[in-house]
């Protein structure tokens, strides 16, 4: 077939179907419009999250944190990426299934007790005092009695973990969070207390 009967054939072709092949170049250019108007997909950043309600004071555990995608526009300063960055630490305060993980959410330190010593968080009404605590400073912690008297409930032991520099470790409760690491009677002393009484502390 010479390009001179090509070309005859393809405009009779043309012809024919001009209006199939009219609808089909609509179409296309309805597409290519509606692809051009379409908002892109935002930037995002894998973040850790909470798997379920988790209470202040809890010690993460693999389970309770797992990675997703988020928005970059979403993301929360200090938000946390690695779970290695979060489990065995310490939250300041209580988290709701799908929150963000972030480094103001965590205890400043890590378990360094020894193997006849426990962790033990109890949270201080005085937050201002905890602010002048270092990790590793010793105190005795002092609770408050119903007829308005105190008891020595530990005596010098050492602080393993406070709230990360500007986090208050807020919570749902007033105060702020204190992890202590004591001998295992003292340890079982101070969580039962915690529940019960205003906590206090005396540096030493």
């Known amino acids: 077939m010479n390009p001179t009967e090509l070309l005859t054939r393809l405009g009779r072709f043309i012809r024919w ?3 199939g092949l009219g609808a089909i170049a609509a179409m296309i250019c309805l597409f290519a419009t509606l692809s051009a108007l379409a908002p892109a997909q935002p930037e995002s ?3 850790l999250v909470a798997t379920k309600a988790l209470p202040a004071g809890s010690t993460l555990a ?3 944190v797992q990675l997703i995608q988020m928005p970059l526009g979403l993301l929360p300063d200090q938000a946390l990426a690695d779970p290695q960055a ?3 630490r310490v939250l300041t305060g209580a988290l709701t299934q799908g929150s963000v993980l972030t480094s103001a959410n965590m205890l400043s330190g890590r378990d360094a007790t020894s193997a006849d010593e426990r962790l033990v968080p109890f ?3 005085d937050a201002a005092t905890v602010a002048l605590l270092q990790v590793g400073d010793r105190i005795t912690v002092v609770g408050s009695t119903m007829d308005g008297g105190a008891v020595d409930l530990a005596t010098n032991v050492q602080i393993a973990a406070l709230p990360t520099p500007g986090s208050t470790g807020m919570g749902p409760e007033s105060g702020a969070l204190v992890v202590v690491s004591a001998d295992a009677e003292t340890a079982a002393r101070l969580a039962a207390a915690s529940s019960q009484m205003r906590m206090a502390i005396v540096m030493q």
Do not use: M
Request: glycine content about 6%; proline content about 13%.
């Open 45 to 47: 950043a894998p973040v």
């Open 62 to 64: 693999a389970a309770d």
């Open 123 to 125: 949270r201080v009404p």
């Open 86 to 88: 979060a489990i065995g």
């Open 17 to 19: 179907h001009r209006r």
